[in-house]
């Protein structure tokens, strides 16, 4: 969906990585990448449409994401809110990022 920031004529181990966090600033994910992020968030939330993406600051984007309607007699909620961040993002927006995150890649 996004086109990530020109990484390429950066070295590999100067590369970093994206942050998922959700409505309520828990971190969810560490991805390496910005499409990687995005692809892990959209899975998580069986997300069927990006109602809204907006770019708070550079790589720092918030999403406002619809899951997929849900069964009949469920009734958990469609939308969501992710914020998915660069690193540098996340220590200037003074965040820990060595955080542990909720979900750890190994799914």
Known sequence: MTEPPNEASVPPSA??????????????R?????????E?????WDVVEVADREEVAANDYYYLLYAKKPD????????FQARIVRQDRVVALGRD???????SGKD
Do not use: C, K, Q, T
């Open 30 to 38: 560490v991805a390496g990448s910005l499409p990687e992020a995005e």
């Open 97 to 103: 990022p060595e955080a542990i995150p909720l979900h």
């Open 15 to 28: 590369v970093l990585p994206w942050y998922v966090y959700d409505r309520h600033a828990n971190l969810l």
């Open 40 to 44: 892990w968030a959209f899975a998580h």
């Open 72 to 79: 009949a007699g469920d009734f958990h909620a469609r939308d």
